[in-house]
């Protein structure tokens, strides 16, 4: 990439992320599969199971003295009062929960929002840019997390590097990421069985915001992904294999949205507000869970888990669906 690819990469990537959550909803209509609450509780459940997510993170991590004394970093910011870096801070169990991004004007009104929640003294905020900057820290970080920022970024190997790099020997890292085609490519498989499921639905819950009936399943042209953002899964299909190359891999939740993010795009904010689309949320997503369990589609989000690598040994046995990944890579 030359200096003025990269460049207009930067402006593009930092607008379009000034405010993440009206990417997720468009003026108050939500037209992310992710930004459902139930499809968002049906995430957590996959991912941490009937334990509260805080609570099944912070068991992992080691806490030998009493009080403040943790450090964690999180590459990414997320808006508004849940982030997950002030569900961290609120537990004051952190000393300093440093969170970078690229996203300057994102960067400014989170901490504006934290401040003002009395979070100052703990969350911190640096604007970074993951493909360039180093994170420079040795041993430092009692916990490293990314939610939905990983997917974004071309140099997994060089970042990787420094997240095992930057962990305490007992520390943890944790992402919940889209692993799924790169630059949203999803398969003619998902296509297939998303755009029938379109299909059989009232035409009120297949119309999006412009009014336009959407039977067909969305799948972007890869331009049309570049143009709106060109970090937009890059390589977001090395990323299971590159963690496990470079961390201690713990576990692989399999967290769904390979039927749910083609079928629910654009048309989402319908499964919220119309009383048929509430009903039909719920099958969809146990229509999902079965396509993942029974091999017909991968899961395209998962929570992973790992620990500093000290030595070349693979600690974690890979579910069938993402050997075929790994056997790429080593
Ligand atoms: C899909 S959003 C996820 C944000 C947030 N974690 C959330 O849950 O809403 C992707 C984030 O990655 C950030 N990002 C993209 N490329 C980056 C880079 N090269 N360095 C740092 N942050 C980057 C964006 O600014 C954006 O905040």
């Known amino acids: 990439m030359n200096d003025d690819d990269d460049i207009r990469r930067i402006s593009r990537v930092e607008e379009k992320w000034s405010s993440s959550a009206e990417v997720y909803a468009v003026g108050g209509f939500k037209v992310f599969w992710e930004a459902l609450e139930i499809a968002s509780a049906y995430q957590m459940e996959a991912a941490f199971g009937s334990t509260p997510w805080l609570e099944s993170i912070m068991s992992r991590i080691p806490d030998p003295a009493e009080g403040p004394t943790l450090r964690a970093l999180s590459l990414g910011c997320s808006n508004g009062e849940t982030a997950p870096a002030n569900e961290f801070a609120r537990t004051g169990r952190f000393r300093e929960v440093t969170v970078v991004d690229i996203s300057q004007d994102l960067l400014v009104t989170q901490k504006e929002l934290t401040d003002r929640l009395g979070l100052g003294e703990i969350l911190r905020y640096h604007r970074m840019d993951l493909e360039q900057d180093s994170l420079d820290s040795e041993s430092t970080f009692d916990l490293i997390f990314a939610v939905g920022t990983l997917h974004h970024i071309r140099g ?170 790994l056997r790429a890579e080593s």
């Open 156 to 325: 997994l190997e060089r970042l990787f590097a420094e997240i095992n790099k930057s962990l305490t020997p007992a520390g943890l890292f944790f992402m919940r990421e889209y692993v799924g085609p790169d630059r949203l490519q999803f398969t003619d498989r998902q296509i297939e069985i998303a755009t029938a499921v379109r299909r059989a639905l009232p035409e009120r819950l297949c119309t999006d915001l412009k009014g336009q009936l959407c039977r067909d399943a969305w799948r972007p042209t890869f331009e049309e992904v570049v143009a709106d953002d060109p970090s937009e899964a890059i390589r977001s299909s090395d990323l299971l294999a590159i963690a496990n190359r470079f961390l201690a891999v713990e576990e692989v939740r399999m967290t769904g949205g390979s039927l749910l993010d083609p079928l629910l795009h654009g048309i989402a904010g319908h499964f919220e507000d119309d009383a048929t689309g509430r009903k039909i949320l719920p099958l969809l997503i146990a229509f999902e869970k079965i396509l993942i369990r029974e091999d017909v589609l991968p899961s395209d989000y998962v929570l992973l888990t790992a620990r500093r690598r000290k030595d070349d040994k693979h600690g974690w046995s890979p579910p069938m669906w993402c050997r075929r990944l």
